[in-house]
């Protein structure tokens, strides 16, 4: 038993002066959530300095931290594995605890007291805090890729909020949070190279995501572990903020911009979708890339690329004329050459560096993968886990991101939006921690390339998404959580199965992210937290 204020960073090491200030910070972001864990706190220290003859202000915890390399960007290769020891010493009266924690680099260093914090549990009776008293934890992540996505075109959502989803993503190891900033709605994202964009496609200048907030947010979120992955989605989901061209004299840089009937043009309005064939689009382009790179990490980049209609192309005369001077019906060469050109810009943009583009299951990548190299491509999935299109995928050795539809939409259920197409059923805990993604390629490849293709690397990970269409800062944190918990121990262990103890402990993870600021939703009665394992049905199992 011991007093969070009886709690001491001893000893940092590190070989560069900004990973230790690095080490710093999340140290004393643990001592911070063990004051917290007080029921009564409000974030002053509420814990009394004296036991009445107990001893426990006696009682002292020191924690040491290393470090042993100078990485403080997150990226595909990162370490991210640590140790974590706890073992008593006699020193003085009273009793000591002391915690070493070792890392290849800050971001192990960080889950290490990520997973200590979670070691400690508040003591009503003495009103104390409590810890195991010895232990040595050996941990690394099974994927590389472990993420959430946030939809902030359909609906504004603020920084403020944001940064609670990367407080939730800390809480549970889930390292990339990957950011689709725009789509047909709205444009959001400030380019100061190009400030038509949020003029003609913001909601409101309220709702803009400045430079400086963009910065911020990378920051918060590196310090606490996790990677902003930008996405400007293109060439579909590109309308609201493309529509300034012809006042200009650019021209129409996108075409079908709030079209209708908008079912003949795109698969949900508002529509939108950019021109190929204008030059002035690919140079528009170029400057938004030069912008979002001059804030984000330049070693990914994602491109979007799903669900591109043809219909709203083909009403287009210069596309027409183009069509005719090939003789070809198929657009599928026209799309691939603007993907080409628009990665092309992409390069020129980060200076003339490769850099790593990503882009969602579509059309191309079922029938038009010679546009894609999969030398330079990772495909994120969001087909079903099954669909025999990632069998083509992981047999032409593409790297694959899991974000497949059957398990990986947060956003499905809660009602429809938009008739009965919109109309999916919802997505539990269950399903995420189920996905099994060895599996899946084993269904796909069988057990023997199944296991070259993880060794291969390119299996990276998986990603839940969330989807805004019925979504905002009012209701973002009870769609996320528990159930991404759920995934991310999913991501984490690669549990062979699903045992009976990860509901209990999932609902004792729940309590715990709530009493960290956390509006998770709730998902059973308090008495089945209480009786542990008592509210398990044998006869009716999920």
Known sequence: MFYPQNVEITHIYAP?????????????ALLDTLFRMHPKSEGNSVFPTSSGGKGIEKNIVTISLTAQTQDVKISLNTDESYSLTIAPYYEGQGRRLHVEINAVTYFGARHGLETLSQLVAFDEVHECLQMVSQSTIHDQPSFKYRGLMIDTS??????????????????????????????????????????????????SEAEIYSPKEVRDLILYSKLRGVKLLPELDAPAHAGNGWQWGPLEGLGDLALCVNAEPWRQFCGQPPCGQLNPLNQFTYIVLGEIYKDMLDLFDRDLFHMGGDEIYFQCWYNNAEIQNWQRNRSTFDLMDLWGHFQQTAFKKLKEANGGNYITPIVWTSDMTSRGRIHLNPVDYIIQVWTTGMSNEVKELLSENYKLIFSNLDSNYLDHGFGTWLGRDHLWQIKTWQDLYDNDLGKIVEFHLGVNRSREAFRNGQILGGEATLWSEKVDQHNLEMKLWPRSAAFAERLWTNPLNRSESVYPRLLHHRNRMVNRGIHADRIQPESCHQISGYCIDPYSVI
């Open 16 to 28: 560069h002066p900004s990973v230790k200030a690095m080490l710093g910070f999340a140290g004393n």
């Open 154 to 203: 359909r609906n504004f959502i603020p920084v403020k909020h944001l940064k609670k989803m990367v407080d939730g993503m800390a809480q549970n190891k889930l390292n990339f949070l990957h950011w689709h900033l725009t789509d047909s709605n709205s444009f959001p994202f400030y380019s100061k190279s190009v400030p038509q964009m949020t003029r003609y496609g913001a909601y």
